[in-house]
């Protein structure tokens, strides 16, 4: 396994583009092909910011530091080289489009990684379609819904999936994709990431997350523990259930200073 | 000066008495007293101003200089293949059961299914089957639906038609293919004046595409139509016009539509073309379980104007109506969506909604959006509602972030957002054509 990271952040400082709050104040963290990450917080202390960072979210301006990714300087991309280079951010919120088809969002999605006049093949988009499905173990049907319009919190994250499944990124971003699931819908989205990584072990996992619980579903190589913006603790699992123990109040009393 | 251009002047012919009498030459004599007391109403009202609420926000008196116009007479030109534009529009059609085609205000072909003709489905040029002394023309043509009373317009239009379409259907007999109208207008600084009348009768049923196109134009052009449609009892009837002009065109119509007991009137526009597009529609329902569902729309890029002037008259109790019309604007577009729901008294049990969507590209773009009601009956159940969105960031971002580049991504948006509209009318072909149309202008944004 090659040994240099397919995601190196570095000091990096970001907060809300135009606005004069500093929300991550030089965080480091480097993840290798294969490896699978955990960033674990309380409210507000920066961890979905890092992820759409990461993502080129336009509402997010880094400050300061830097992220390469493949070697790469990511935030000199737009989201859509990003994503064509091989990120993928599974959104805590993920947006309703009505009147467009999952199919047809997935099929775009494709087409815009084809060469100019080079046209995605509809034959061959079914059959990945249904055999990404059916790794799945989705109802076909579903795709021909319009993306996550009317959709339940569970669907939502299970479209989700579906669209990394296809899109097969070499990082995928996980930003609280566990949040406010329950737990049959939890198990389903962790299904569906240990699948994709038992395909292609090369695909890394920066998983962020308020709760333990789904890191017994998706067992982290690195957990890291954010606080007002910086990393305060990294190590194995472990950390995961120290914090579940003791909760981030010592975390916060250690930092306020 | 020159000799040729006095010359030139002298045959070019302007919209007035003279134009009428050109325009009637051959017809019977109702028709021709029809025409003259549509000319003198015409002569008797004045122009619609900016003051009136209703044209508020088109000048017509700026945008439309009626004095240049030189009117089609319905001359058809003998042997002159069809403009490559239409040919190419008419070979996208699928399966149709008959079609008329019409060149600058003339009837150049009409073709209908041999067994329909041989029920007793009637589908002719107007103008024929005015000369030919057809009973319903001379009862229904400018006299129920869109009568020269109607306002400036509606009088010119029975003034100086020069053709059209006349499609019966009878009693119990249902056309399941669409029957189209294919028109196409060539000539710069022209006013075209076409009719369209339609009677379904009784149980019958029929699908009507009326789809208009022109090249490019440098001087305004004027295609201004008149369309009466009548559902009798129990009828079907879906009406499709598809505006698809060049610039400089000025799409101007008239439609209103009439439906009797338990029959159904469902029109849908689509205006994506010309410099200047208004339509008048009136939707009345004058029967119980009359229903119509009036569905809308519009993609303005440019300096394109769309005004759409709508009224659903719940004259009948327990009828239902049900309007949708959603558009997207770019450039420097105008959209003005004016709709009133009318219950008159004694309408019980009415069910009519209203609903308008307009969806903002580009920071030029302007939509205005004015639903009204006015109600005379106790028991009736009404909505209405507008909005005026810009295009959502968050879900630019959303699709974006899966390696859409940013105009894939609008292009997504606009088409789920629109294809709304036309999921509800999925009458063969003219989703095809409609959403292939949107996205050739979608390459331009």
């Known amino acids: ?257 | 000066m020159s000799q040729a251009t006095a010359v030139r002047e002298e045959v070019r012919r302007v919209i007035g008495r003279s134009a009428v009498m050109a325009a009637g030459a051959g017809d019977p004599a109702w028709l021709r007293a029809r025409r003259s007391e549509a000319w003198d109403v015409f002569e008797a009202t004045p122009l619609p101003s900016k003051r009136s609420e209703e044209w508020r926000y088109t000048d017509v008196a700026r945008l439309l200089p009626l004095d240049g116009l030189v009117p089609n007479v319905g001359e058809a030109i003998a042997g002159r293949a069809l403009p490559e534009g239409l040919r190419r529009a008419m070979a996208q059609d699928r399966e149709s059961a008959g079609r008329i085609v019409d060149v600058d205000g003339a009837v150049v072909s009409v073709e209908l299914d041999e067994a329909l003709a041989a029920q007793g489905v009637v589908l002719a040029s107007l103008r024929d089957a005015a000369r030919a002394g057809v009973p319903e023309v001379e009862a229904l043509l400018a006299t129920e639906a869109v009568p020269a009373a109607d306002g400036k317009f509606p009088a010119l239009n029975a003034a100086l038609w020069s053709d059209g379409v006349f499609l019966r259907v009878p009693r119990g007999v249902r056309v399941d293919r669409t029957i189209r109208l294919s028109r196409w207008v060539s000539q710069p600084g022209t006013a075209t004046f076409t009719r369209i009348l339609i009677v379904a009768e009784e149980r019958s049923r029929l699908s009507f595409v009326d789809e208009i196109l022109s090249p490019h134009f440098s001087t305004v052009t004027l295609a201004n139509t008149a369309v009466e449609l009548f559902s009798r009892g129990g009828a079907q009837v879906q009406y499709v016009s598809l505006q698809r002009m060049g610039e400089g065109g000025f799409y101007l119509a008239n439609q209103r539509t009439l439906a009797e007991r338990d029959s159904t009137l469902d029109t849908l526009n689509v205006a994506l073309g010309g410099s200047v597009g208004r339509i008048d529609l009136n939707a009345r329902l004058l029967g119980p379980g009359a229903n119509s569902d009036m569905l809308g729309l519009y993609f303005g890029d440019t300096d394109q104007h769309f005004d759409f002037n709508t009224s659903q008259d719940h004259v009948a109790p327990h009828a239902h109506s049900d309007l949708l019309y959603k558009g997207a604007l770019d450039g420097a577009a105008r959209g003005v969506f004016r709709g009133i729901i009318r219950v008159h008294e004694g309408a019980q049990g009415t069910d009519a909604y209203q609903t308008n969507r307009n969806l903002i590209l580009s920071d030029k773009a302007i939509a205005t959006s004015l639903p009204n009601l006015e109600i005379e009956a106790d028991d009736v159940r009404c909505s209405h509602g507008a909005t005026v969105g810009q295009l959502d960031a968050e879900a630019l971002f959303y699709l974006m972030s899966r390696g859409l580049r940013r105009e894939q991504a609008e292009r997504l948006v606009v088409m789920g957002f629109l294809g709304e509209v036309l999921s509800k009318l999925p009458l063969g072909g003219v989703v095809e054509k409609v959403t292939q149309a949107i996205e050739a202008k979608l390459r331009y944004v």
């Open chain 1, 1 to 257: 396994m090659d040994d240099s990271p397919i995601l190196a952040v570095t000091g990096l400082e970001a907060g809300v583009a135009d606005g004069d709050l500093e929300i991550l104040k030089g965080v480091d963290l480097a993840i290798r092909p294969g490896e699978i990450h955990a960033i674990m917080g309380p409210n507000g202390s920066g961890k979905s910011t890092l992820a759409k960072v990461i993502a080129g979210h336009p509402e997010y301006e880094a400050t300061g530091g830097g992220v390469a990714f493949g070697g790469e300087d990511l935030l000199e991309m737009e989201p859509d080289e990003r994503a064509q280079a091989g990120v993928f951010m599974a959104f805590q919120y993920p947006v309703e489009i009505p009147g467009v088809s999952i199919a047809n969002f997935l099929r775009t999605a494709l087409q815009s990684r084809l060469e100019d006049g080079e046209e995605l093949d509809l034959f061959d988009f079914q059959e990945l379609l249904m055999e990404r499905m059916e790794l799945l173990d989705m109802d076909l049907a579903f795709a021909q819904r319009p993306v996550n319009d009317g959709f339940s919190g569970g669907e939502k994250k299970r479209n989700e999936i579906l669209q990394m499944a296809v899109l097969k990124p070499a990082l995928a971003v996980m930003d609280e994709t566990d949040s406010g699931l329950d737990i049959d819908a939890l198990q389903v989205v962790a299904r569906g990431v240990n699948a994709l990584r038992e395909e292609n072990p090369e695909m890394s996992v920066l998983l962020i997350t308020h709760y333990q619980r789904v890191l017994s579903h998706i067992v982290p190589d690195t957990v890291h523990v954010v606080v007002d913006g910086r990393i305060v603790e990294s190590g194995g699992p472990e950390v995961a259930l120290e914090l579940e123990a003791q909760g981030y109040e010592e975390y916060r009393k250690a930092h306020a200073a």
